[in-house]
């Protein structure tokens, strides 16, 4: 079983469940990964990418997005 082969269906299930656990709670908890989970996904449809750069792209944007946004975010919401 290659891995690769299966990886966009890993994706897409880590951005649905992410979506989940935000549409449940009421803080921004997991939204940033399925940002990264998004993205992850489209660039696993790129021929030639391995399933390790989708793993490094998934946390790189993850972080980054939680990093850059969360503090905005945060400050609007309490409002």
């Known amino acids: 079983m290659d891995i ?3 990886m966009w269906a890993i994706w897409l299930a880590i951005f649905v469940i992410a979506l989940v656990i935000e549409a449940v709670g009421t803080d921004l908890v997991s ?3 399925a940002a990264g989970a998004l993205l992850a ?3 696993g449809f790129i021929p030639g990418v391995t399933w390790w750069i989708e793993i490094i792209i998934f946390f790189v944007v993850s972080i ?3 990093l850059c946004f ?4 945060h400050k609007f919401l309490r409002r």
Request: overall charge neutral.
């Open 4 to 6: 690769e082969n299966w």
């Open 31 to 33: 939204i940033w990964f």
């Open 41 to 43: 996904l489209v660039v």
């Open 70 to 73: 969360r503090p905005l975010v």
């Open 64 to 66: 980054a997005t939680l």
